[in-house]
């Protein structure tokens, strides 16, 4: 069974830009999670995805958004990239939502903004 | 708000040393907590999880006990290999949907 897969794996923009990041969850989950993992902050959540709605978001500006297609695929867009925006993105699947329901996590995006 | 606390790395160990990284949250309800593991240049792997008090999550010879009343998760194992270093993060997770709030993460480094 494939693993959950995030395109592209790296990526190199500048201030101002703005960027979309793709995850495919494993077949079978409709559960999609983003995260924000940076040396200084750590992981930090930033929205999930459960049956094409956001059921929860965390403490990021409205920059940062995301959507989920009827395949339970998803996206994350950035919109006027700052330097801070740099950090590798990490997007997790779960079969269901709910308390316990275990995550898998794709190997991430790496972004660097310069 | 929700939070969780861990020891401040890096871990030096010999291979075949005991581990405990220690592990402490703060919870408004009644989460699930979980340990994942990095491994260098991997994504993020689920070790083991807990989702009751005294519960014990085991995974790979690495133990965590739910302890309610002192808030904590601490990670365990008696022995531990090379293969061992990574990146260890204490979690939790207490909403509806299965948003997970991650500690700063604990690097282990073993040698032989």
């Known amino acids: 069974k494939a693993g959950v897969t995030q395109t592209p794996r790296y990526l190199i923009k500048t201030r101002g830009q703005q960027v979309t990041l793709s995850c495919s969850p494993i077949?079978?989950?409709?559960?999609v999670s983003w995260y924000q993992q940076t040396p200084g902050q750590g992981l930090q959540f930033l929205f999930e995805y459960f049956s094409e709605t956001q059921r929860n978001k965390g403490n990021f500006p409205g920059r940062f958004s995301g959507r989920q297609f009827s395949n339970s695929r998803s996206e994350m867009n950035v919109s006027t990239l700052e330097l801070g925006d740099s950090a590798l993105y990490l997007c997790?699947?779960?079969?269901?939502?709910?308390?316990?329901?275990?995550?898998?996590f794709g190997p991430g995006t790496r972004l660097t903004v310069l | 708000g929700d939070s969780v606390t861990q020891m401040e790395g890096p871990v030096t160990l010999s291979e075949e040393a005991f581990l405990t990284i220690n592990c402490t949250y703060t919870a408004t309800g009644y989460p699930s907590l979980f340990w994942y593991v990095q491994y260098p240049g991997e994504g993020l792997q689920l070790l083991l999880k807990a989702t009751k008090a005294d519960d014990k999550g085991s995974n790979k010879g690495f133990e965590a006990t739910y302890r309610k009343e002192t808030t904590s998760f601490h990670l365990e194992k008696g022995s531990v290999q090379v293969s061992d270093s990574a990146v260890y993060f204490c979690?939790?997770?207490?909403?509806?949907?299965?948003?997970?709030?991650f500690g700063k993460g604990t690097t282990l480094s073993v040698s032989s």
């Open positions: 997790a699947s779960s079969r269901e939502l709910g308390l316990g329901n275990e995550q898998f």
């Open positions: 979690a939790l997770s207490e909403q509806a949907g299965t948003a997970l709030i």
């Open positions: 077949s079978g989950h409709r559960s």
